[in-house]
């Protein structure tokens, strides 16, 4: 029972470069979180998924799209990216979010993106 | 919006000593969950404990347990029997009302247990 994986752990691009963060969860959650964070910024939503065919935006969306491919995986994808998106982006999961209520949420190892 | 502050940047402690972090939110709902997450240097996010809004009781696990205060809207962590493992960054979290299931984080306080 591995949890929440991620990959890469770390990657470094180029500004205007595009890429896509893996996460995937393998404890049959039915909501996953992509979050950013930022020094002295603690963690912020960029995206969510309440269950598998849906996606929302958080507080920070702009610059990232999401796909729920299943409903164990849930990728963040930069399309342009730019040296404001450097941070560590860490994705969760939880049993069952949104309106049915909240439970934990778990979280991956993160992965720490530089953008030059 | 709901809010979530943690005024303390950083504290430390002595190893075996008692440490209390602390943190306020501001929300206009009445029904929600508050949660205490540890973030070690292998950036890993752990949760160390959760709180519902309508259990007066507060939560306790283990060496850690809170003081919630809900008039006051305060939310703080106490840490007995400290240990070197504790060293982390430790975040409060909130999620409740139109929010459920989406966490919002305070800004973390670093804790340095000394031996």
């Known amino acids: 029972n591995a949890g929440v994986t991620q990959t890469p752990k770390f990657q470094v691009l180029k500004t205007g470069q595009s890429m896509t963060l893996q996460c995937a969860q393998d404890m049959n959650h039915n909501s996953m979180y992509w979050y950013r964070q930022d020094p002295g910024m603690g963690l912020r939503l960029i995206y969510y998924s309440a269950s598998e065919g849906t996606t929302d935006k958080g507080e920070v969306p702009n610059g990232y799209n999401v796909s729920r491919l299943n409903k164990r995986e849930f990728s963040l994808r930069l399309e342009s990216a730019a040296p404001s998106q450097t941070s560590v982006y860490f994705c969760?999961?939880?049993?069952?979010?949104?309106?049915?209520?909240?439970?934990?949420?778990?979280f991956g190892p993160g992965t720490r993106l530089t953008v030059l | 919006a709901q809010t979530v502050t943690q005024s303390q940047p950083e504290m430390s402690v002595q190893e075996a000593e008692t440490v209390t972090l602390s943190c306020t939110y501001d929300t206009s709902e009445n029904n929600y969950y508050l949660f205490w997450y540890k973030q070690p240097p292998s950036r890993q996010m752990i949760l160390v404990i959760r709180?519902?809004?309508?259990?007066?009781q507060n939560a306790t696990e283990n060496r850690f347990s809170v003081n919630f205060q809900k008039a006051a809207k305060s939310f703080s962590l106490k840490i007995s029997d400290s240990q070197l493992g504790d060293t982390a960054m430790y975040f409060c979290a909130f999620t409740g009302g139109t929010s459920y299931g989406k966490l919002t984080f305070g800004q973390g306080t670093i804790l340095t247990v000394h031996p």
């Open positions: 709180q519902e809004a309508y259990k007066q």
């Open positions: 969760a999961s939880s049993e069952e979010g949104g309106l049915a209520g909240t439970d934990t949420q778990y």
